[in-house]
């Protein structure tokens, strides 16, 4: 991703090669604590009156816990800009949306998820047409309102760094837009559950809605689970519809910026294929081809345990992604974006919650899980 760099001349400055190893060290140090927790935290509760709670968390919340955490700490020491160059936020999160690829069943989306599909798609265009809108209304800046209205209504962090790469946003931009998916996904992973038990919805229509609002895949995955086994299941096939539109937005965005919004004048020359190419996140491409083989091994009669172990090191690398989010968060990039951005993602939460509540209801009032 091609970005402006803000950076002030001591993050700037060039560590050494030692500086960013121990950058990498100190997240893969602190993911691990994050397994670890993750897998300890629910024993340690049980039998107590927060057993649930813990078992629930995903390892989202411990990561970022532990990178805040870490930041705050190498802030203090004064060796947080030097290991910044280990951090690798972006590396680590697109090398997991492409293992995350492995696991989506091509066939099953075809052949099993026409609800979700048609779902996904209205979700999509009217959450993100209203959040494109209102940034608009609040006079947000454009990169940062593509990211904004690609995170509401597709897939959290992984859709805002399509559309970083896209428009070319910068990477603060980046950051306060997972600052945001982050802050609203957590709540909902025990929101929307205890909703549907409120309205009596049937767990298809709570799956769907859950897949539908809920805006990181882990998140969906933690609150599918506490609605139920049928639950997760429709929640997981439409959270990975809309995975699998990444693409299309981010092509959608490369040719709206490259086309309108960065051109100076209709004088000026349109851009060329080499320079879509250049804007185009690669990784879309990893995720799509991943998605292939992975189908086409099953078909083949692979075992199912190598995909089981693409998914574990797929998590593994997401949890260094929350981990580094973590260290690379700035208070400063929050204060600067002032309320107009949480005005602008919460509104939007608020219509993608009641939108993807009618289309549920719909398209999945009727459906069974086979």
């Known amino acids: 991703m091609t970005e402006q760099d803000t950076r002030t001349p001591e993050q700037t400055r060039d560590y050494g090669i030692g500086y960013a190893v121990a950058g990498v060290t100190v997240v893969v140090v602190l993911g691990a604590l994050t397994r670890f927790l993750e897998a300890q935290v629910p024993n340690w509760a049980e039998g107590t009156s927060l057993e649930n709670i813990a078992g629930a968390i995903e390892f989202p919340v411990y990561a970022i816990a532990l990178g805040l955490l870490g930041n705050f700490v190498l802030s203090k020491l004064a060796l947080r800009d030097a290991l910044a160059k280990g951090f690798r936020t972006e590396f680590f999160i697109k090398t997991g949306l492409v293992l995350l690829g492995a696991s989506i069943n091509l066939k099953v989306l075809v052949t099993a998820a026409g609800p979700s599909i048609i779902q996904a798609l209205l979700l999509i265009s009217i959450v993100f047409g209203f959040t494109w809108w209102l940034g608009g209304v609040l006079k947000?800046?454009?990169?940062?309102?593509?990211?904004?209205?690609?995170?509401?209504?597709?897939?959290?962090?992984?859709?805002?760094?399509?559309?970083?790469?896209?428009?070319?946003?910068?990477?603060?931009?980046?950051?306060?837009?997972?600052?945001?998916?982050?802050?609203?996904?957590?709540?909902?992973?025990?929101?929307?559950?205890?909703?549907?038990?409120?309205?009596?919805?049937?767990?298809?229509?709570?799956?769907?809605?859950?897949?539908?609002?809920?805006?990181?895949?882990?998140?969906?995955?933690?609150?599918?689970?506490?609605?139920?086994?049928?639950?997760?299941?429709?929640?997981?096939?439409?959270?990975?519809?809309?995975?699998?539109?990444?693409?299309?937005?981010?092509?959608?965005?490369?040719?709206?910026?490259?086309?309108?919004?960065?051109?100076?004048?209709?004088?000026?020359?349109?851009?060329?294929?080499?320079?879509?190419?250049?804007?185009?996140?690669?990784?879309?491409?990893?995720?799509?081809a991943a998605s292939i083989i992975g189908t086409l091994y099953l078909a083949w009669g692979g075992d199912k345990a190598a995909i089981s172990t693409v998914n574990d090191l797929r998590t593994w690398f997401l949890i260094f992604a929350f981990v580094a989010i973590g260290l690379e968060f700035s208070l400063k990039g929050l204060k600067e974006a002032g309320w107009r951005p949480v005005a602008v993602f919460a509104s939007a939460t608020v219509v993608n919650i009641v939108v993807a509540l009618g289309l549920a209801t719909i398209l999945f009032g009727n459906f069974t899980v086979s």
């Open 140 to 288: 947000l800046e454009d990169k940062l309102r593509a990211l904004l209205a690609s995170a509401v209504s597709i897939c959290g962090v992984s859709a805002a760094i399509a559309a970083a790469g896209a428009v070319q946003a910068k990477k603060e931009q980046l950051a306060y837009a997972a600052s945001l998916v982050i802050a609203f996904a957590l709540p909902s992973i025990f929101l929307l559950p205890w909703l549907a038990d409120v309205f009596g919805l049937s767990d298809p229509v709570a799956g769907a809605w859950i897949g539908g609002n809920i805006d990181t895949t882990a998140a969906v995955a933690a609150s599918g689970a506490i609605a139920g086994e049928e639950a997760l299941q429709i929640a997981t096939i439409v959270k990975t519809t809309q995975n699998a539109l990444i693409g299309i937005v981010a092509i959608a965005l490369t040719a709206y910026f490259a086309l309108k919004v960065e051109r100076k004048s209709a004088e000026e020359a349109r851009p060329t294929l080499g320079q879509f190419w250049e804007r185009f996140p690669k990784f879309v491409l990893g995720f799509i």
